[in-house]
């Protein structure tokens, strides 16, 4: 047979186009070749947008979450190009957004695998700060696994640290650490970012930096186009932080200003001043009228030509901790300690020689954000060596006969991969203050207050509740001046009326359950008062209690109560209104607590899982719908599927515990049923919350 080779040639050619145009929809290129005539200026103006977004990216001083801005634009054009994904994720992964990196990386990967060098490197990280923590070391791993000798030689060492810290990270995160974490409310935190957070030794005063737009000189940084940075100042009045302000001068100047420590008395604050001899510490103090002196260097004992980054002095002021990288140390930033006297009516200041405090704290890596507790005995600060999971981690050393303890990591979830640095602790170590980023706080980062709780303690559950009788007497039928008693020198007074939601009737005989969630464990018993559904309680002050109120044909009731801590005797009004049970009943259950963004339940939540269990146990034939609500922060996609994750670990605690799956069913609301006003702090503190509904009796 004769064949006509031009027409041959002219299929191949066909063909091959064919099968190159298949495979450039996996990995596109932003090229007119492979989109149609009519997206044409779509495409041009993509272009357009990865330029801009390559000059914030290539830039001696890359602002990467500006070229995010400009490299999205492009992405809603074609999400198909391996680049585009891999620079996106990589500016993620310098951004306090961290976590959105995967997404990017992963196809940048899909696409294709050789799209740059350092690929499979920058999506362990990003497995790592997403602790999926065992992908992150088999990635690790395959990345090791494809360098060269040479080059395994210069990062070996590095990719073993990553690997290690993952190992480090799984046995933290299965033990974590109990703790409730708040925000510290719109008074003190912004839409800008906020960070460094320093308390005096009562917290009644915050200090902290803020690049807002109210600095002093009002001025921008070039290098990032953010204000300038500033110290700011809280106060706590009656148990509420007031409005944070800016001292302006002499405190702050028309340059950077960091505050990086503050004494115990709130009169000492410690400023760091990066544009100053590579980076210095300088001294301000309050004067008797209240105002700020003028910050003052510190002397060549303390300050160097190269960086000293953060300090703080021991409580009696008779020593100096601060962090220097200069020559000498044990590698890296190294934490010193210099002792210093107070001369004459001006109280100077003289320090002497200053002194490493040694290889049990310091490491060949880096320390930095260090604090000194109230009693000088317990040295906090954060190292990149140890037993780290990521990055810095927050560790503790306590000086016993001179020495210094093996420095224990604080655990998760204080810890994470991320760097965790310039904590501040309180008098009794109970409270920690730091910064940290949450699509549903104010802005950029937030203050956030930690209260640890300690071990957790065993839940008791028991129908006989006899062993807690030396704590509690009834309330008498006839009286109310009788009341609950938990017998402690400082006490809160709990009084109210328990009356039907619609009628508003008085329900009397109504039983009162009240749960110290720290501890696990029911505190009190009681029923309300026959006649007028009255009771009262009284409790111990600075503890976090759980309500459970019952009442027979009545949906049970929950209510969380925070006591602040009280120097006097205070009274709370708490009334209660009950819900019969029917179709269509929600109840909000209050008492259920999830880790900071998580979906992760807190032990704090059983003992009102556990009712709920009952409930659904005493009513066989009960099915409900558990829902979660979040507030309007944060994207609308984000918010729905966090509320449906956090419903979704209820119904699973409930179907751990023998309840059928099929009376159970789950949803997430996200921010489309508020119940408060999204406008205040508090009003978005009650639109986050855990709903059950009947949908069947």
Sequence with gaps: MKINYKIYSILSLFFLLVFMRGLAQEN????????????????????????????????????????????????????????LNYKIGKCYLKTIQKPNSVKYLESAYKLNPRVQPDILYLLARGYHLNLDLDKAIDTYEEYKGSLSPNELSQK???????????????????????????????????????????????????????????????????????FFEDIYISKKVNDKWIEAKNPGKPL?????????????????????????NGGDIYECRIKEDGKWQSPKRLPKEINTKYHETSASFSPDMKALYFVSDKPGGFGGKDIYFATLSIKGSKEKLDYNDAVNVGAVINTPYDEEGIFMDVEGETLYFSSKGHNTMGGYDV????????????????????????DDIFFSFSRNGKHAYYSSFDPSGYGHRDLYMITLLGPEKPHIFNEDYDYLAYLTKPVQENAMHGKVEIKENLITIIRGKIMDAVTLGPLGGVIVEIYDNELGRMVAKFESNTRTGEYMVSLNSGKNYGFAVKA????????????PPATTVQEIYMD????????????????????????TLRSESATELDRLVKMLIDVPTMKIEISGHTDNVGSDNYN????????????????????????????GYGETQPIADNDTEEGRQVNRRTEFKVLSK
């Design 552 to 563: 027979k044909e009545y949906m049970f009731h929950s209510e969380n109560l925070i006591i």
């Design 28 to 83: 596109t290129p932003f090229d007119k070749d492979y989109f149609p005539p009519e997206q044409k200026d779509a495409l041009k103006t993509a272009i357009k947008q990865i330029k801009e977004g390559d000059k914030y990216y290539e830039d001696d001083i890359p602002m990467y979450s500006l070229a995010i801005e400009h490299y999205l634009n492009a992405y809603d054009f074609n999400s198909n190009n391996a680049l």
């Design 252 to 276: 702050n100047t028309d340059s950077h200003d960091a505050i990086v420590g503050v004494s115990t008395d709130g009169k000492h604050a410690l400023i760091y001043k990066g544009e100053d």
């Design 156 to 226: 070996g060492d590095h990719l073993d640290k990553k690997i290690a810290e993952c190992e480090v990270a799984k046995d933290l995160v299965k033990n974590p650490v109990r703790i409730f974490v708040d925000n510290l409310g719109s008074r003190v935190n912004s839409k800008y970012p906020e960070y460094g957070p320093f308390i005096n030794a009562e917290e009644s005063i915050i200090m902290f930096t803020s690049t807002r737009d109210n600095t002093t000189g009002g001025k921008t940084d070039s290098r990032d186009l953010k």
């Design 576 to 599: 209660f209104m009950l819900n019969k049970v029917k179709v269509g009943s929600k109840i909000i259950l209050k008492n259920i607590f999830f880790d900071f963004d998580k979906a």
């Design 640 to 667: 729905k599927q966090l509320s449906e994750d956090r419903a979704k670990a209820v119904v699973e605690y409930l179907i751990e515990k023998g309840i059928d799956q099929d009376r159970l069913t789950y949803a």
């Design 395 to 418: 560790f503790k050393s306590v000086k016993k006969n001179g020495k210094w303890s093996k420095p224990e990591n604080m655990g998760y979830p204080i810890n994470t991969p991320d």
